[in-house]
T-cell receptor, first 110, second 115 residues
Framework: GQQVMQIPQYQHVQEGEDFTTYCNSS?????IQWYKQRPGGHPVFLIQ?????EVKKQKRLTFQFGEAKKNSSLHITATQTTDVGTYFC??????????FGPGTRLSVLP | NAGVTQTPKFQVLKTGQSMTLQCAQD?????MSWYRQDPGMGLRLIHY???????DQGEVPNGYNVSRSTTEDFPLRLLSAAPSQTSVYFC??????????????FGPGTRLTVL
């Protein structure tokens, strides 16, 4: 079945360091979404990528969709304590709905 | 707009009991879904609905029933609770099922413990 993998599972960084999480799929993706979940909270939508090779930026966050549409990445520049949480990628496969990756838990040490 | 609301926030059940988790959205979204979240396993889809009167199974549907009689409401019923159903349950909705605009809005979650 459809599988979404994310690495790393956990990441501890010092405030100000950069952070990257990777999402890989066993199949070609029609699109991919990224969500953030703060500790004790609910997932919140960040962005959707649709086109091969697409790059989108939101302030310090950069999202990229692979050329083959089988992987995606989220890069945070100069992390802040407000970036703490778990980042999930999710793929929508028509007929199978959303499949979420297991997430990358980010902790930021002040 | 209240967005997606869920009740209750916390619930403790005994094995074999039944209950209904409530979910409502006021955004006139077509698509609604239920997920469970267990440590280290991300979000797993239980059931979903693409519109009133239409429901379908997700990845982990066993032990759960849903119905969608209105656009706004999408309750999740646990038929006979088991300890394996201890989890955090999230309801989500999106304007459409696929394509642009299908970003999901999540409710605050229900933390369920089955003893």
């Amino acid at each position: 079945g459809q599988q979404v993998m994310q690495i790393p599972q956990y990441q501890h960084v010092q405030e100000g360091e950069d952070f990257t999480t990777y999402c890989n799929s066993s199949t070609t993706l029609s699109n991919i979404q990224w969500y953030k979940q703060r500790p004790g909270g609910h997932p919140v939508f960040l962005i959707q990528l649709v086109k091969s090779g697409e790059v989108k930026k939101q302030k310090r966050l950069t999202f990229q969709f692979g050329e083959a549409k089988k992987n995606s990445s989220l890069h945070i520049t100069a992390t802040q304590t407000t970036d703490v949480g778990t980042y999930f990628c999710a793929e929508y496969n028509y007929g199978q709905n959303f499949v979420f990756g297991p997430g990358t838990r980010l902790s930021v040490l002040p | 707009n209240a967005g997606v609301t869920q009740t209750p926030k916390f619930q403790v059940l005994k094995t074999g009991q039944s209950m209904t988790l409530q979910c409502a959205q006021d955004m006139n979204h077509e698509y609604m879904s239920w997920y469970r979240q267990d440590p280290g396993m991300g979000l797993r889809l239980i059931h979903y609905s693409v519109g009133a009167g239409i429901t379908d199974q997700g990845e982990v549907p066993n032990g759960y029933n849903v119905s969608r009689s209105t656009t706004e409401d999408f309750p999740l019923r646990l038929l006979s609770a088991a300890p394996s159903q201890t989890s955090v349950y999230f309801c989500a909705s999106s304007r459409v099922a696929g394509g642009p605009g299908n970003e999901q809005f999540f409710g605050p979650g229900t933390r369920l413990t089955v003893l």
